[in-house]
């Protein structure tokens, strides 16, 4: 972990569930590879993975059984250590493939921008040679101008303890909003193609495993499960998803399942397989039979069990109770000499980058999905009602006319939460770390403008074919895990904790904590399922409900109340001349660039005659980056090294 990391909490855990077959899925990590420096259950970084998935994979090899590590995208963008760096990425892309992973595809996040996409193209792809997989990417190759896959359409192998055969695939979802320098093919014509029929008809498979940058329960994976499955009636089929960064677990059907895990390395998700078929076992020679019979011998007794086939799943809380638990090792055993590289590499990358440097002291916390928006512990309300009026102002254009403005934000462009305490340089990207800058439509109709907002938010006949025809995706606008349809959402606003109150129940909380440690070790020692001590107040986390019920995260959790979110907030950005604005006709829409497609649209459908090319930019067409880092430093900032 990180030097300022927080020490895990202990807390009882569930026991990873071992078959035959078992992977690690990391997904939507995001540049978080330093782990959460603010959040003790997600404090584990890179690093720890490493030597984590290193001490997997040798139980397995002592156990006979497999293991194979899988990303599903998005390792780019959203946290100080891939966005601070100049050229972004300097510094993850030098660890990332300290990794031993053995499957990966793209994430939209990694073809926003031409560049990214080219650094999958000459640094990622070449450094994950023969795991890396693009069933539907196509990039233009900058040497020859030539479209070409990005990497293999699929991988066929056996697996090297249990000979289990694997066709893997690697898929994105429909995105649109990619740089023009790659194509992405949508999953219903990748379907078509004459590699992905002659795949699917290969009868010399025991498990299709199908990872992609794509929603459990989107009609992309619905469209890929049902295809197979028209030609595979009953192989076994594993899908790996991601993009919508939540935990979930599918079941479509008792030979066909999915899993996905999280967001920002909070979670390292565990799934396992019993019961394969192991075709690869047949090629296998006379001493490979014997080696075989020995491990079968040692190997855990569950995992013996083959009696039909199944399937399991685990969300690990990604901190080092965790890992140790899990890995059965202690402080003293489990960094292995590239994870403890890692996390030093890591550390001084944070430490060139000035990540740390403090920025103001926040008085509380403000939550994205945590809290009712509009209320006080709304991250969006603080945006919306402080740092945009004080920091875009009004006269944001060169031309300003002394306007009023109504500046629009799409909820999306927020990623993360604040918490009470240092506000740091990396809290700044953590936030919102895209570059897209402020722009304004001068002088629009007051009453047209004012309708733009609530149309962005509830506009039906809008956002569903007029915007999905100009390849602008309605659920861009507001945070990916609300377009998962699986966001529980609170019906009613719970009183807020007082703060005071919040405190002493932490101290308490400390205090039974080491009581508790030991009672628990002794179950998990046993291979139990834990006790609800009833001394242990537990902390705050995931309690995931999926497909297969409610016990799939490995820490039990106090339950977290999330609330959905508008699209987009407003701001009422006054002139500095308030008088002279009087009740003008006429105001500025201002809005950040990434949602000017739809802003134009909206302005359009109302009658307004206006154009992406009539926009101006804003206050120096600023990103919310700069902008919110700004209002902190105003607002928030202390003296010296005064502790927050
Ligand atoms: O420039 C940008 C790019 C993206 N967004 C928002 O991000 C999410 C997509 O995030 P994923 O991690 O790919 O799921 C999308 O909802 C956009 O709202 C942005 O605001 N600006």
Redesign the pocket.
């Known amino acids: 972990a990180q030097p300022s990391a927080p020490s895990p909490i202990a807390a009882p855990l569930r026991e990873l569930p071992w078959g035959q077959l078992n992977f690690l899925h990391t997904t939507?990590t995001?540049g978080w590879h330093g782990g959460h420096l603010q959040e003790a259950s997600y404090s584990a970084d890179w690093g720890d993975y490493i030597s984590f998935a290193s001490h997997m994979r040798a139980k397995a090899d002592a156990d006979g059984v497999d293991l194979l590590v899988v990303d599903t995208g998005?390792r780019v963008e959203g946290n100080g250590l891939y966005d601070a760096s100049d050229p972004k990425g300097k510094y993850t892309f030098d660890v990332l493939p300290e990794q031993h992973i053995d499957l990966m595809c793209t994430?939209?996040?990694e073809l926003?921008k031409a560049n990214s996409s080219f650094n999958e193209l000459n640094v990622t792809v070449p450094a994950f040679n023969g795991s890396y997989i693009a069933s539907n990417l196509d990039i233009y190759n900058p040497d020859t101008g030539v479209m070409e896959p990005l990497a293999q359409r699929y991988k066929k192998f056996t697996t090297p303890n249990q000979g289990i055969r694997v066709l893997a695939m690697g898929f994105l979802y429909d995105f649109t909003g990619n740089a023009n320098n790659t194509v992405v093919q949508k999953v219903k014509d990748a379907i078509k193609e004459d590699w992905f029929q002659t795949a699917i008809r290969d009868r010399d498979v025991d498990l299709f495993v199908i990872i992609g940058h794509v929603g459990l329960r989107t009609q992309e994976f619905q469209l890929l499960y049902k295809t197979i499955r028209s030609q595979q009636w009953d192989t076994p089929i594993h899908f790996f998803g991601g993009?919508t960064?939540i935990r979930d677990y599918r079941i479509w059907d008792n030979k066909a399942v999915g899993l996905e895990s999280g967001r920002y390395m909070e979670t390292i998700g565990f799934a396992s397989v019993d019961g394969l078929n192991r075709g690869g076992k047949k090629m296998s020679s006379s001493h490979d039979d014997d080696v075989d019979h020995h491990h079968r011998e040692l190997r855990n007794v569950a995992t013996l069990r083959r009696a039909g086939l199944s399937f399991n799943r685990r969300y690990i809380d990604n901190n080092l109770f965790s890992l140790y638990h899990h890995s059965g090792t202690d402080a003293h055993s489990f960094p292995t000499d590239v994870g403890r590289n890692v996390s030093a590499r890591i550390a001084s990358a944070r430490a060139a980058l000035h990540l740390d440097a403090r920025r103001g002291c926040a008085p509380h916390n403000f939550w994205l999905n945590r809290a009712p928006y509009p209320s006080r512990d709304s991250l969006l309300s603080w945006l919306a009602e402080a740092v945009l009026p004080a920091q875009l102002g009004a006269d944001g254009r060169v031309t300003a006319a002394n306007r009023t403005a109504l500046a629009i934000t799409?909820s999306?462009?927020l990623r993360f939460d604040v918490f009470k305490g240092a506000f740091t340089r990396d809290s700044a990207f953590a936030i919102s770390p895209?570059t897209?800058g402020f722009r304004a439509l001068p002088d629009v109709p007051r009453d047209k403008a004012e309708r733009v907002l609530p149309l962005l938010n509830h506009g039906g006949p809008l956002l569903d074919r007029p915007a999905r025809a100009l390849g602008l995706d309605p659920?861009?606008?507001?945070?990916?895990e609300q377009g998962s349809g699986r966001l529980e959402v609170a019906a009613e606003v719970v009183a807020e904790v007082d703060e005071e109150e919040e405190e002493e129940q932490q101290q308490q909380q400390s205090r039974v904590e080491g009581r508790a440690a030991a009672a628990r070790g002794g179950r998990a020692e046993r291979g139990q399922e834990p006790l609800a001590d009833a001394r242990l107040k537990l902390t705050p986390g995931y309690t995931t409900k999926d497909d297969a019920g409610d016990d799939g995260d490995d820490t039990l959790h106090e339950k977290i109340t999330f609330y959905s979110v508008p699209n987009c907030v407003q701001s009422v950005l006054r002139p500095a001349s308030p008088a002279a604005a009087g009740d003008a006709d006429v105001v500025d829409v201002v809005y950040n660039e990434?949602i000017e497609g739809y802003v134009v649209l909206a302005l359009k459908y109302l009658g307004v005659q206006v154009e992406a090319a009539d926009a101006v930019p804003w206050a120096d067409g600023k990103s919310l980056t700069a902008v919110i880092a700004e209002w902190v430093g105003e607002n928030w900032g202390v003296e010296g090294e005064e502790e927050c």
Do not use: E, I, K, T
């Open positions: 939507d995001h998005d994430g939209n996040h926003y993009h960064h799409n999306g462009a895209f897209s659920r861009l606008l507001a945070p990916p990434f």
